[in-house]
Structure formats: structure tokens, C-alpha cells
């Protein structure tokens, strides 16, 4: 199928833990986002990033890091974790100035 | 920065009848302005989006409707269904690369049998 997979779909883990949530499309897409869906459903962009740059949200902190090894995938390390980690992170990817597609979701939990 | 406001935050309806949300933008720049559904579970799904040069898009029982100069937009579903029941979101995106995409809080619609 072609779609946009994350892995894992859960993940629980203690404050204070570095983690890394995978994300790959096969659509073919050139650019690739990261979302942040708090528990009230508000989504935030957090980075966009195809091969040529990545624009980070200012309002994300630094423990967050976006990764790509290539084209097709776009993975999210985190630092650090702390309790306001908690939320469900989306991946998204599109063509420039196209409709972007979702994957769907890894639900992030602190204890 | 683009600040999108949606209405309202719940929906109930009747099966059969119409649904419709509201959102208003700020930035005057923005130029693309999609619609997502979101079931349980599940990521964003595009249902439909329009484009700052069009005024009203329809696609079987979904329309959109834009006013520029208002600076909002609508989602209009008819004849609803059961299935139609998510959270809908809407978005606006005041660039072509849509890095800078910023979403409405989401409407969440349930439509009884």
C-alpha cells in the first residue's frame, strides 16, 4: 500500500529518556513534516524538510531533532523526555505546494 | 504569524441533515486552505481543499466556500451519515511549500442514525 508508516504506534517511557519515533512514505513526496496533536487535538507543525532545507518551528525546543537519512524518511529523535512530551506526533508528506498526506500517528506517553 | 480560528468545537446533527463549520484566517497572504478528517485512531485524512483563485469547490455531498476579502471559509456536508462522524479540521497555508501550515482547533461532528 502506499502510504505514510510510523513506528511504533505506542510509546511509553520514563522522563528524562532519549527516544526516536520512525517515520518513511513511499509516495514519492519531496517534502516531509513532523505535527505535534496535544490531548485537547490542537496540531502544530513542528519541521517541514525536503533535500534541500529544513525549517524548524520556533517554538519547538532543541531536544527535538529531525532526521533523514534519505528521501523517503524522516525520523524524529527526542531528548530529554520530559512530562509535556506526552501527545501524539504525526508524520506528514507531500510535493511542494501539495496536499499533504499523514501517517497515523505515534501516541507519546511520559511517566 | 497565521492565526486560524474554527467553529464551532462540537457538531451534532441528525442523519440526513447538513453540517457545517466555520474558520477565519488572519494572514491576508494565505492562498491554501484544505480540509482533514480525522477518525479515531487515525491521522488527518484530506477530504478537500481549495485555492485562493476559486471561490466555492464541491466534491459529491462536501463543499468548501472561501470569501478572501472576509478571510474565511466553510466546510458544508450534506446529507449526512453515520460514517461522516470525526473531528474535521480545517487549515490555511499562506505558502506554496506549506511548511508554515496552521490548523483550526478541529470540530468534532457526530451525526445520530
Known amino acids: 500500500d502506499t502510504a505514510v508508516s510510523q513506528t511504533p504506534k505506542y510509546l511509553v517511557t520514563q522522563m528524562g529518556n532519549d527516544k526516536s519515533i520512525k517515520c518513511e512514505q513511499n509516495?514519492?513526496?519531496?517534502?516531509m513534516y513532523w505535527y505535534k496533536q496535544d490531548s485537547k487535538k490542537f496540531l502544530k507543525i513542528m519541521f517541514s524538510y525536503n533535500n534541500k532545507e529544513l525549517i524548524i518551528n520556533e517554538t519547538v525546543p532543541n531536544r527535538f531533532s529531525p532526521k533523514s537519512p534519505d528521501k523517503a524518511h524522516l525520523n524524529l529523535h527526542i531528548n530529554s523526555l520530559e512530562l509535556g512530551d506526552s501527545a501524539v506526533y504525526f508524520c506528514?508528506?507531500?510535493?511542494?505546494?501539495?496536499?499533504?498526506?499523514f501517517g497515523d500517528g505515534t501516541r507519546l506517553s511520559i511517566l | 504569524g497565521e492565526n486560524v480560528e474554527q467553529h464551532p468545537s462540537t457538531l451534532s446533527v441528525q442523519e440526513g441533515d447538513s453540517a457545517v463549520i466555520k474558520c477565519t484566517y488572519s494572514?491576508?497572504?494565505?492562498?491554501?486552505f484544505p480540509w482533514y478528517k480525522q477518525e479515531l485512531g487515525k491521522g488527518p485524512q484530506l477530504i478537500i481543499d481549495?485555492?485562493?483563485?476559486?471561490g466555492e469547490k464541491k466534491d459529491q455531498r462536501i463543499a468548501v466556500t472561501l470569501n478572501k476579502t472576509a478571510k474565511h471559509f466553510s466546510l458544508h456536508i450534506t446529507e449526512t451519515q453515520p460514517e461522516d462522524s470525526a473531528v474535521y479540521f480545517c487549515?490555511?497555508?499562506?505558502?506554496?511549500?506549506?511548511?508554515?501550515?496552521?490548523f483550526g482547533a478541529g470540530t468534532r461532528l457526530t451525526v445520530k442514525p
Open positions: 506528514a508528506s507531500s510535493y511542494v505546494g501539495q496536499p499533504q498526506h
Open positions: 487549515a490555511a497555508s499562506p505558502s506554496l511549500r506549506n511548511n508554515d501550515m496552521r
Open positions: 509516495l514519492g513526496h519531496d517534502t
Open positions: 494572514d491576508s497572504a494565505s492562498n491554501y
Open positions: 481549495i485555492r485562493s483563485n476559486v
